[in-house]
């Protein structure tokens, strides 16, 4: 006899297939989603030390700024005056003369990972030694998930779920 599949066989494993897709495409979505929430908090947790390092190696404060709009939120680290700089609704950096940027990162809204602080700066003394106010801040994905670091008065850092 002859060979091969039915055109029912055949349309039976394309309806699997595509229910096995619909079920995949989400979930690379929302894996995706969290990997990057993940590297925001490395790259956060990587500029505070840098930060704190930065003000003991130069023995001048260096400051944490953050950021929040319906466009995005960010935060801006550097030495300087307290409010040296600062974020735009648009993401983008603005510095006074006297100061000096290190670093800024800008998370816009359509990334889907949103940044929080329970304060508005945070300052690493000229020692490097403390981290006025203390705070912790939250990076959120669109389903309320994510994570918490907190920055203890010691500039440590203590990454938890939310």
């Given amino acids: 006899g002859v060979r091969g599949f039915s055109l029912i066989e055949a349309m039976v494993c394309c ?3 595509a229910v096995l897709l619909a079920a995949a495409v989400p979930a690379t979505g929302r894996l995706m989603e969290r990997q990057r929430e993940q590297g925001e908090v490395a790259q956060f947790r990587v500029h505070v030390q840098h930060a704190r ?3 003991l190696g130069n023995g001048a404060s260096v ?3 953050f950021h929040e709009s319906a466009q995005g939120s960010g935060y801006t ?3 300087g005056p307290r409010d040296g700089c600062a974020l ?3 993401g983008e950096v603005r510095c006074v003369s006297d100061a000096e940027l290190l670093t800024a990162e ?3 809204a359509q990334r889907g990972v949103r940044l929080s ?3 508005a700066r945070m300052s690493f003394d000229s020692g490097g030694m403390t981290v006025t106010p203390t705070g912790s801040v939250s990076f959120v994905d669109r389903d309320g998930r994510g994570q918490r670091v907190v920055v203890a008065l010691t500039g440590r850092l203590r990454t938890e779920a939310l």
């Fill in 77 to 79: 680290v550097h030495q």
């Fill in 53 to 55: 390092l930065h003000a």
């Fill in 88 to 90: 735009d609704e648009a």
């Fill in 117 to 119: 602080a329970n304060v």
């Fill in 106 to 108: 800008w998370l816009p």
């Fill in 63 to 65: 400051h944490l700024r």
């Fill in 15 to 17: 309806s699997i297939a």
